[in-house]
């Protein structure tokens, strides 16, 4: 059974007072973003189909991924994408200290620091305690949410249904899609279907700097 939604509900946003679930835009513009990686295929895969839409995206990656493959992280960089944080290790706020879940989220900026000034922050799961919240908007991070979320984690997902909420994104919207090797297989059928939809109705694909 599906325990996310594919479009959040207006009323979620109240659960993280001061979060990002949406850019305030009315030229026709979306925002994709990748978490989770990088990974070793399915990044460059991304990158790839990035290119061939002149897309750029933010790409919210794990700072264990960063380590075991900064080639891939140089090339994200490198094709003028914006590189955001989601912890070290992909912790779950809802059951890690404060303090602890600070610390890998810190482990984490400093690969980050590298490639990027931005202090942009997507917490694993969507998951955070108001302390954590709190903790991180004293860091200086912007937190990161969205308006749309692929599903394309779920071995189960039902595409076409997915697809569906994904092609109802307006301007502004933010869609989650994972660079991650669980998420590949639908990841291959869906995130090619997006980009030319929405290049077809003239939207063009930015990154989350200058929030």
């Not at 946003?13 to 835009?25: C, E, F, I, N």
């Not at 610390?103 to 108001?130: H, I």
């Not at 903790?135 to 200086?140: E, H, Q, R, T």
């Not at 308006?147 to 039902?158: A, I, N, Q, V, Y």
Request: proline share 4%; glycine share 6%; net charge positive.
């Amino acid at each position: 059974m599906r325990n996310y939604f594919f479009q959040n509900p207006f009323w979620i946003s109240w659960l993280y007072p001061g979060a990002v679930w949406k850019v305030m835009t009315n030229k026709k513009e979306l925002f994709l973003t990748f978490d989770d990686g990088p990974h070793p295929v399915v990044t460059p895969y991304v990158l790839a189909q990035l290119r061939t839409y002149q897309a750029k995206a933010t790409f919210f990656c794990l700072g264990s991924a960063m380590e075991a493959n900064q080639e891939v992280v140089k090339q994200i960089n490198d094709d003028g994408h914006l590189i955001g944080n989601h912890t070290q290790s992909h912790l779950n706020g809802w059951a890690t200290k404060t303090y602890q879940y600070m610390a890998d989220v810190l482990a984490c900026q400093t690969l980050q620091d590298e490639y990027s000034n931005d202090r942009l922050f997507r917490p694993p799961y969507g998951n955070l305690k108001l302390g954590q919240l709190r903790a991180l908007k004293k860091a200086g991070y912007r937190i990161i949410m969205w308006s749309h979320l692929s599903g394309d984690f779920d071995r189960e997902l039902d595409r076409k249904q997915s697809l569906d909420y994904m092609k109802k994104a307006d301007p502004g919207s933010i869609l989650v899609f994972h660079d991650s090797e669980k998420a590949f297989k639908n990841l291959k059928e869906m995130l090619p279907r997006v980009l030319e939809h929405f290049s077809t109705l003239g939207y063009s694909f930015k990154t989350l700097s200058n929030l």
